[in-house]
């Protein structure tokens, strides 16, 4: 661990949660949900978890802080980030890692709360990732494109939305990082985003995105680091590495089983807010076509 500054800063491995530590390392997985958004995964489980393998985790459950509300922060034994992974009305999800819960709060009173869907977790009315960072520009935090590639090619990554010409770089480069290693993305999709990091000048961050418990800490951020202030530094100063591995396909299968039935008390909204994101999606693909 003594080379996590330096290359290779990125590293498909399952993280020696244990060594890091003894390195005096802190390492964190910056993509957790709960059962307070699409996740059964309670607080409690996550915390007893992390405490034994010695990892950190920002909570970024979608659109929602009710986990982080229910803690104190301050007093677990365990490295928390305050966090939120938000969904964007135009498709990509941003994670967004705070330095105080009072911030996160803040935000996400004035700005996350008032455009939330009837069912929540869904993509938020009238927020797109470019109006999302308009209202982050001001806010004390770090902000990191989740899962770049999107899943099966879907617009739920910021990369993936930048390829079919959706989003400018000029967006993408208000980012402070991209999600390059997450655990439930392909290898191909998440070598395809170490190469697009470098490309939009960005730093970055590495996350199971973990709806299962059991998931913690398979994706970890690395960072020699005293606590969130150093850490989140460090991700801003190119200063931290990404070690960790995909999930294999029984996990990701069971990972998507969990969302579905999670979503199943809210289908109706579900089926409409999917429906615009869709039309939105052949909107833009015959537009492409058409200035061909």
């Not at 709960?34 to 659109?63: P, W």
Request: net charge negative; glycine share 8%.
């Amino acid at each position: 661990m003594s080379k996590v500054n330096r290359i290779p800063r990125i590293k498909f491995e399952n993280p020696d949660w244990e060594r890091i530590a003894d390195a005096g390392y802190l390492c964190a997985d910056m993509h957790i949900h709960t059962d307070c958004s699409d996740s059964y995964s309670s607080i409690k489980r996550l915390l007893k978890i992390a405490e034994e393998r010695k990892v950190g985790m920002a909570i970024t459950d979608h659109n929602l802080i009710t986990t982080l509300e229910s803690i104190d922060i301050e007093k677990e034994k365990v490295f928390i980030i305050p966090g939120m992974e938000v969904s964007t009305s135009d498709g990509p999800h941003i994670l967004t890692y705070f330095y105080e819960m009072k911030d996160l709060r803040s935000f996400w009173e004035e700005n996350i709360e008032p455009r939330l869907q009837s069912c929540p977790w869904l993509a938020l009315k009238d927020c797109t990732t470019e109006q999302l960072m308009d209202l982050l520009e001001h806010e004390n935090c770090v902000v990191s494109g989740a899962h770049p590639m999107g899943y099966l090619g879907s617009n739920k990554g910021v990369e993936i939305c930048n390829r079919k010409g959706y989003i400018s770089n000029d967006v993408i480069g208000r980012l402070d990082a991209y999600e390059v290693i997450c655990g439930g993305m392909t290898r191909e999709d998440n070598i395809e985003a170490i190469r697009s990091f470098e490309r939009h000048g960005l730093g970055i961050t590495g996350g199971s995105d973990g709806h299962i418990a059991e998931d913690l800490g398979s994706v970890v951020t690395v960072s020699k680091a005293d606590g969130v202030d150093g850490f989140l530094k460090n991700i801003l100063e190119r200063k931290n590495g990404v070690r960790g591995s995909e999930k294999d396909f029984p996990r990701r299968a069971l990972t998507g089983l969990t969302s579905f039935y999670n979503f199943l008390d809210y289908a109706p909204a579900v089926i409409k807010v999917q429906s615009r994101q869709m039309a939105k999606t052949v909107r833009r693909g015959t537009k492409r076509k058409m200035e061909k």
